[in-house]
């Protein structure tokens, strides 16, 4: 059964701004952190943010002057606004979930940066 699921994804131009969302399953408990990593075509995953479940945030030195990652007060749902996009931004984006038991992740979700 599908526990995280990320949405907001889409087609920009480069400059502009968006927003993507990561939420978990009731299913899905003791989360000590979640956070975005990307994956480019013909490229390995990487590391972009993260997010403590006492709302310390780390970024990837690529985007840390221009995301923004934060959480809700529940603690099962991260965002990540994204300003000034460009080209090399395009990939898909994979929302984990730690816990004590296993690193959870959802299926990703498509962000395309045109120049």
């Known amino acids: 059964q599908v526990q995280l699921v990320e949405s907001g994804g889409g087609l920009v131009q480069a400059g502009s701004s968006l927003s993507v969302s990561c939420t978990a399953s009731k299913m899905v408990t003791g989360i000590q952190a979640m956070g975005w990593y990307r994956q480019a075509p013909g490229k390995q995953r990487e590391f972009v943010a993260t997010?403590?479940?006492?709302?310390?945030?780390n970024y990837a030195d690529s985007v840390k002057d221009r995301f923004h990652i934060a959480k809700n007060k529940v603690g099962n749902t991260v965002y990540l606004q994204m300003n000034s996009l460009n080209p090399e931004d395009t990939a898909v984006y994979y929302c984990p979930a730690v816990t004590p038991w296993r690193d959870l992740w959802g299926p990703g979700t498509q962000v395309s940066v045109s120049s």
């Open positions: 997010i403590r479940s006492n709302g310390s945030p």
